[in-house]
């Protein structure tokens, strides 16, 4: 039987993220992944051919970049590992059916510019949509990267003074109701509910409107930047650090219980019978239902726990992606910046664009809104000299109405034949001869892949307001401990939710706190 300080389940970015400070900090730590490489929604594989790296679910490090993690280099990740990321402009841009696109620079008045095409009232109030949705963040702030305070609590704070209450109302609205208060241009507002839908739920959906305040400060604040080499290349310096401070990285070693002893986590048994003992804690990075359904017996966790879990609910509709390897970049017919641009959404006018998110909730499949990111744009070392990578990333439901999530097997192609002929409509050169590979992944496979993406929800579960901030994954246990003692939860189920955000920062924070290691004095060293 092997023992460690500390066993942390679940190779995915957060999990490593706590192993590396654990590691920092001089604990003893074993992360166990079920795959044969780490990276979880992380990771970048050769899906297609030979010399072409393709990320099969997270392309884009957006906040990453803002966490402390990766711009105040805490691991060193950069410096001493070599993590480069490389920054993009345009930042993105959507095309529309009458071939017009609007582009979003890191540049406002650039933005604006764009903007005007479609509404010239609607550029200039971009700038005090902008201001505002800075300032409101500021007041609004609420723990990302840091242990969040309750939701309650979080609340009452809201609740103390007037911009604070604005933010309140935004929470507590849509993405829709937001843009609606500010424009008069259905591009615009599709754009900019847009962002908000990539949380995988309909822009309609009240809770949504925080997403697209944020997304716009970042957008010109920040910017995207695109990791050198591909998403995995993240995963794979925080498993060098992890192996450089004495930690230990178990690939191809899936779990398949907890052990408990009167109430507390000491350890896991992995399928092959192998039992790895852990004297401090247990950190699990799998998703919520996971864990507490299948890990755990039900006998171990408080009366109606096990009710709790099962009634959580998963996002709106999930990916279907490909992976294609292109002999040449995409062209587009609205030509311009959008040929430089590496993130291109294609979208339907305002009534076909919201008609689609309620037909996910019914199971229809679609294939209007087509995302492709072109990364190689900006980092050739990804394919081949002069050959080129892209992401063509589309929404659909997964359990279909006809048949459930089981009839994605006999319509898979169909379907993503179809949404690859919608991207061809609107570009130039995306027929089969630029085209010398691809790759397809239903919902269905993507939770096949990574039983963790449960019902094939790359966020774990649904970021609705009572799963949302410290009410995630449940009301009363969003602070990463669990009802098991010395057992934690990090990752998507909990806050900040899905995406490349950096939130396992935040959750080993707060188990640091429990084992006595002062998490500042370790960043400092």
């Not at 979003?104 to 505002?132: G, H, L, N």
């Not at 509910?193 to 009240?206: D, H, L, N, V, Y």
């Not at 799998?286 to 009366?303: A, G």
């Not at 087509?370 to 990578?389: I, Q």
Request: glycine residues 10%; aromatic residues 10%.
């Amino acid at each position: 039987m092997n023992g460690h300080d500390v066993v942390v389940i679940g190779g995915g970015h957060n999990g490593l993220i706590v192993a590396a400070y654990l590691a920092k900090a001089g604990v003893d730590v074993c992360v166990v992944e079920r795959h044969d490489k780490v990276g979880g929604g992380v990771i970048t594989r050769e899906l297609t051919l030979p010399g072409f790296k393709h990320d099969p679910h997270s392309v884009a490090h957006g906040v990453l970049t803002t966490n402390p993690l990766i711009h105040r280099d805490e691991l060193g990740l950069r410096s001493k590992y070599g993590l480069k990321y490389i920054p993009v402009d345009p930042q993105l841009a959507v095309v529309f059916p009458d071939d017009r696109a609007l582009i979003f620079y890191k540049d406002i008045d650039k933005t604006c510019e764009s903007i005007a095409q479609f509404s010239r009232r609607d550029a200039e109030t971009y700038y005090r949509y902008v201001d505002t949705c800075r300032k409101l963040l500021r007041a609004g702030t609420w723990g990302m990267f840091s242990p969040a305070p309750t939701f309650g609590r979080l609340i009452y704070l809201l609740d103390t003074a007037e911009e604070g209450r604005e933010v309140l109302r935004i929470i507590l609205g849509s993405a829709a109701d937001l843009e609606e208060d500010w424009f008069e241009s259905e591009q615009v507002k599709i754009a900019l509910t847009r962002f908000a839908s990539e949380s995988m739920i309909g822009p309609q959906e009240k809770g949504t409107g925080t997403y697209a305040l944020g997304m716009v400060p970042f957008l010109h604040n920040w910017g995207f930047s695109v990791p050198e080499g591909g998403s995995g290349a993240l995963s794979e310096r925080l498993e060098a650090f992890i192996k450089d401070n004495g930690g230990t990285v178990r690939v191809s070693s899936p779990v398949k219980s907890i052990r408990v002893e009167d109430g507390v986590a000491k350890g896991v048994v992995l399928e092959s019978g192998e039992e790895i003992t852990a004297i401090r804690a247990v950190v699990s990075n799998l998703n919520v239902k996971q864990l507490f359904l299948e890990l755990l017996k039900p006998d171990e966790l408080p009366p109606g726990f096990v009710e709790k879990v099962k009634n959580i609910r998963h996002s709106s509709f999930a990916p279907m992606n490909q992976a294609l390897a292109l002999n040449e970049a995409p062209k587009w017919k609205v030509g311009g910046d959008v040929d430089k641009t590496w993130f291109v959404e294609i979208s339907p006018f305002m009534e076909e664009y919201l008609k689609s998110f309620d037909e996910y909730m019914y199971g229809i499949p679609n294939a209007t809104m087509p995302l492709l990111a072109c990364c190689t744009l900006a980092d050739p070392t990804r394919a081949p000299e002069g050959k080129h990578t892209v992401y063509l990333y589309h929404y659909e439901p997964y359990s279909l109405k006809d048949g459930g999530p089981a009839k994605w097997d006999e319509i898979k192609q169909e379907v993503a034949d179809a949404v690859l002929e919608t991207a061809r409509e609107y570009s130039t050169n995306l027929g089969p001869d630029n085209i010398l590979g691809r790759w397809i992944a239903s919902p269905l496979d993507i939770e096949r892949d990574n039983p963790a993406f449960v019902c094939g929800d790359l966020n774990h579960i649904g970021a609705f307001l009572n799963q949302y901030l410290t009410n995630r994954p449940l009301p009363g246990w969003g602070q990463y401990r669990t009802p098991v003692k010395d057992l934690y939860m990090c990752g998507a189920s909990t806050h900040p939710g899905g995406g490349v955000t950096g939130g396992g920062r935040a959750a080993v924070q707060l188990i640091m706190e429990d084992l006595g290691i002062d998490f500042k004095k370790v960043i400092a060293q």
